[in-house]
Nanobody
Framework: QVQLVESGGGLVQAGGSLRLTCAPS????????MGWFRQAPGKEREFVAA????????YYTDSVKGRFTISRDNAKNTVYLQMNSLKPEDTAVYYC?????????????????WGQGTQVTVSS
């Protein structure tokens, strides 16, 4: 059974940092793009960041550019999201996902494996 397990969420003050980790189990995803998405209460799930299989290309939504960094370690089959200068509006459940069939990298429907999410809460 394939599972994506996120960790690293928590409560942090505005301006602080967190590092999220996504560690798939049951299968390796070294050959696929991976992404991070988030969903705030009462809002739709939205794209945050993505990285190609080699790590050579990264993509971000405008609101996190310059603050968040996505990276991957294919030897460890792990993807990270370093989040700096956090703002209260970053509060959400963060999900990692894998895109095994290709498509637009910032589109939710192109991802076919999802984690259970990890809560990030930023206090003002």
């Amino acid at each position: 059974q394939v599972q994506l397990v996120e960790s690293g969420g928590g409560l942090v003050q505005a301006g602080g940092s967190l590092r999220l980790t996504c560690a798939p189990s049951g299968r390796t995803f070294r050959s696929y793009a991976m992404g991070w998405f988030r969903q705030a209460p009462g809002k739709e799930r939205e794209f945050v960041a993505a990285i190609t299989w080699s790590g050579g290309n990264t993509y971000y939504t405008d609101s996190v550019k310059g603050r968040f960094t996505i990276s991957r370690d294919n030897a460890k089959n792990t993807v990270y999201l370093q989040m700096n200068s956090l703002k209260p509006e970053d509060t959400a459940v963060y999900y990692c996902a894998v895109q095994t069939v290709g498509g637009r990298i910032n589109v939710i429907l192109t991802y076919d494996y999802w984690g259970q999410g990890t809560q990030v809460t930023v206090s003002s």
